[in-house]
């Protein structure tokens, strides 16, 4: 053959090649394969490692073995003392069977789980039909993680291709980063419980949805079968998470739009409509019958018979006070900076300013507006002209679903808690980042400041996520796998260090109680402020402390009785630095002591005992800590020389 008819045959390849097209998805294609290995260690970083071949202890394990024995119930019988009680859903009544059927809800004597039976159906009943054994929730939790991200990242991709086909590669590069950190799945899988499971579902189907909506709207071949499977998907989604049954609200726009764009006959639009709802509603219809033949109801999801931390039959759902508090720490509660590793935390957050239910107990969350910042994109959506009206269209559909469905979690539940963002952030953030690569200003200095703008939200978006994500809802990494924590604190410390060495002064970065789920992280920036207290325990209390340079620092503080603490006899508070002890006797008031630093993080250790001749022993909630600090010493005065 010829040169030049070899490199005409060959030339389509090539041009693919070395196209945008192919650049573009060679790039999200490496990016879920990074992003997928750190889901891997995130889910399995916390001393939980993944399991295969053994019995699991887990309910959605329980709910298959139901199911494979006939029943929609777990097989685990309720104790008759649980079952004799007047109000079995007294937490405090059922205290001593709350731990292994802890949020289980009893009905009719029988056991049922709250959570939606998809991931049963798509995952762990195929896994022990294939006899591999039972399913470990941490994989199951996993699985979902990384196929949703596929389908995320094929949702862009299509989303793009469709609406922005001149966006540069780097932009939607860097568009399924925050896809990847902003869908909250790298949070999930840092405690991959049942909860997390249940949402991880939810996410990938809903992921998996949306993409095949775009496939089969955006002119593929074939687009009834791409809409079908679609409805499918949604109809999974919501029977993982109740709240994504608001779904159904993008298949009736997509037959709407197929209509516009593709108008036909009766009989032609009857049957789009069989095939782009019919899927969905079955399972619909189904999961109601679910609930019918659990709990009686088609409404009842097993909430109301729920063994939690408060008492179903005494806290109301769908209460309008809780609305506005939720939808506050969902969308604007802040995200504290702090010198404490990973320097991004949830706790303490500013309480909600205005007036709660008294049911009304939330968890630690960070407003998904603090949290991804590229979200304020979206306000440019109100501006018609720069957009083109298609795109305008379908991201207004996609943030008006996602804020329904926050407002459905927000008035429903007496609390809130930051892995229920799961079920919308990814509505938002897909629309935030297409507005971001369509807008084109006519001023060249505007456009390239919008681009940079975005860009600098996405990578700090990215980053606060991956930082949440190390510590979780209960910092879980240092608790279960302290010495890759420390590690990682240690490697990452040069960073506040640099800070404190500009300020000039020790910084105290938080306290942390031994017992507590989350660290306290305290005032700006993770520094101890002024006035802030709290109770030293026999248990050593970790003190972390940012030094800006070595030497011997003053440890003032002042110390009180606590309420608790015995009467008489000795106490004495324990300051350890890893190399050396100091210890003083306790007397109220204000206290100091030296105590040696380097530059860079220091973890002290802070305990106290007590010693009575009638009650030998250390005794905890002993003394009450405020006004910590570590401050050089000054240098000791010199006497004026004599005449």
Same mark, same amino acid.
């Given at each position: ?25 060679? +790039? ?17 970083? $916390?001393?939980?490692? @993944?399991?295969? +071949? ?21 097989? #685990? ?16 009544? %059922?205290?001593?069977? $709350? ?50 991200? #596929? &389908? ?8 793009? $291709? ?14 399924? *980063? ?15 419980? !049942? ?56 298949? *009736?726009?997509?037959?709407? *739009? ?106 630690? !969350?960070?407003? !998904? ?35 329904? !469905?926050?407002?459905? @979690?927000? &008035? ?168 050396? @002890? ?44 405020? %006004? ?16």
């Amino acid at each position: 053959m010829p040169a030049p008819e070899r490199r005409a045959s060959r030339s389509p390849l090539r041009r693919f090649a070395a196209s945008g097209l192919a650049r573009r998805r060679a +790039g999200l294609g490496g990016l879920w394969g990074l992003a997928s290995l750190f889901y891997y260690w995130t889910a399995t970083s $916390s001393g939980d490692p @993944i399991l295969f +071949g053994q019995g699991q202890a887990d309910y959605y394990n329980d709910l298959t073995s139901g199911f494979l024995a006939g029943h929609l119930s777990i097989l #685990a019988t309720p104790p008759k003392g649980l079952l004799a009680l007047s109000n079995p859903y007294d937490p405090y009544a %059922n205290a001593a069977w $709350s731990g292994p059927f802890h949020d289980l809800a009893l009905y009719h004597g029988h056991f049922y789980l709250t959570w939606g039976p998809t991931p049963v159906l798509s995952l762990f009943l195929p896994w022990r039909l294939l006899h591999v054994g039972q399913l470990d929730q941490n994989l199951a939790c996993l699985i979902f993680g990384v196929v949703g991200l #596929a &389908f995320a990242l094929a949702l862009l991709d299509a989303a793009v $291709s469709w609406l922005v086909p001149e966006a540069k590669v780097w932009k939607v590069v860097l568009a399924g *980063l925050v896809l990847a950190t902003a869908g909250l799945v790298p949070f999930l899988l840092r405690t991959p419980g !049942i909860y997390q499971v249940s949402i991880a579902g939810a996410y990938c189907f809903t992921c998996a949805a949306l993409w095949l909506l775009t496939k089969g709207l955006s002119g593929t071949r074939h687009p009834s079968w791409w809409l079908g499977f679609g409805s499918l998907a949604a109809g999974l989604a919501a029977g993982a998470h109740w709240d994504m049954v608001l779904l159904g609200a993008l298949l *009736l726009g997509a037959l709407w *739009l197929r209509h516009r764009e593709a108008p036909a006959g009766r009989g032609a639009e009857v049957r789009r409509g069989l095939v782009l709802v019919g899927p969905f509603a079955v399972i619909v219809v189904a999961l109601l019958a679910y609930n019918v033949a659990r709990f009686g109801s088609p409404l009842q999801f097993g909430a109301s018979y729920q063994l939690a931390g408060y008492d179903p039959t005494k806290t109301p759902f769908y209460k309008l006070g809780y609305l506005w508090p939720s939808l506050y720490y969902y969308f604007v509660a802040p995200v504290r900076w702090t010198f404490a590793f990973p320097f991004f935390a949830l706790a303490p957050p500013p309480a909600y300013p205005g007036a709660v239910p008294a049911t009304y107990v939330p968890e630690e !969350i960070g407003g !998904i507006l603090t949290s991804t910042p590229l979200l304020l994109f979206l306000m440019l959506l109100a501006a018609k002209r720069r957009l083109a009206p298609l795109l305008r269209n379908l991201c207004l559909v996609l943030v008006g679903l996602a804020l329904v !469905i926050a407002v459905l @979690i927000a &008035f429903s539940l007496p609390g809130g808690s930051m892995r229920y963002e799961a079920d919308y952030a990814t509505l938002f953030t897909l629309p935030a980042l297409l507005v971001w690569m369509a807008w084109k200003p006519a001023r060249l200095a505007l456009r390239r400041a919008l681009t940079a703008l975005g860009a600098a939200f996405g990578l700090y978006g990215a980053l606060a996520q991956v930082a949440l994500s190390t510590t979780g809802p209960v910092d879980l990494l240092r608790l279960g796998n302290p010495t890759t924590y420390s590690s990682l604190q240690h490697a990452t410390s040069v960073l506040p260090t640099l800070v404190v060495m500009a300020e000039g002064h020790a910084s105290v970065v938080r306290v942390i109680d031994p017992d507590a789920g989350y660290p306290t992280a305290l005032g700006d920036y993770g520094t101890y402020e002024a006035g802030r207290s709290f109770t030293l325990l026999h248990d050593h209390e970790e003190i972390d402390v940012i030094a800006p340079h070595s030497g011997d620092y003053e440890l003032t503080a002042r110390y009180g009785r606590a309420e608790t603490a015995p009467v008489g006899g000795r106490i004495t508070v324990w300051v350890q630095d890893g190399t050396m @002890i100091e210890h003083f006797r306790f007397r109220a008031g204000n206290h100091a002591v030296a105590v040696p630093l380097v530059r860079g993080l220091n973890e002290l250790e802070m305990w106290v005992t007590f010693t009575h001749p009638q009650a030998p022993g250390a005794f905890p909630d002993i003394l009450t800590v405020e %006004n910590l600090a570590f401050s050089a010493p000054a240098p000791p005065a010199t006497a004026p020389r004599g005449r």
